[in-house]
Nanobody, 118 residues
């Protein structure tokens, strides 16, 4: 059994900052990729940032969001600054990992709400 648990969402004013965290736990051998996606009301889920040995960012968050990872703790972080109302969404953690059973699989967290509003 593998679980991804996010934390750190909330309400913030435009221009503010938030830090999201996601802990992967359970029968994990290794993690290839971790990342963050988001889904705003009425829109499709989209990639925000992804980290393997390198990083990938959506154009809309480049220069404002930073993804990082603590491999020893199976944790991924998303540091968000200069937040805009259009960043409002449910943010989902993602992991592509190898389980103890020997198979690779993708997992998602339950999501954490980020609301940017004055």
């Amino acid at each position: 059994q593998v679980q991804l648990v996010e934390s750190g969402g909330g309400l913030v004013q435009p221009g503010g900052s938030l830090r999201l965290s996601c802990l992967a736990s359970g029968s994990i051998v290794s993690i290839y990729a971790m990342g963050w996606y988001r889904q705003a009301p009425g829109k499709e889920r989209e990639l925000v940032a992804r980290i393997t040995s390198g990083t990938i960012y959506a154009d809309s968050v480049k220069g404002r969001f930073t993804i990082s990872r603590d491999n020893a703790k199976n944790t991924v972080f998303l540091e968000m600054i200069s937040l805009k109302p259009e960043d409002t969404a449910v943010y989902y953690c993602y992991a592509n990992l190898k389980r103890v059973a020997g198979t690779w699989a993708e997992y998602w967290g339950q999501g954490t709400q980020v609301t940017v509003s004055s």
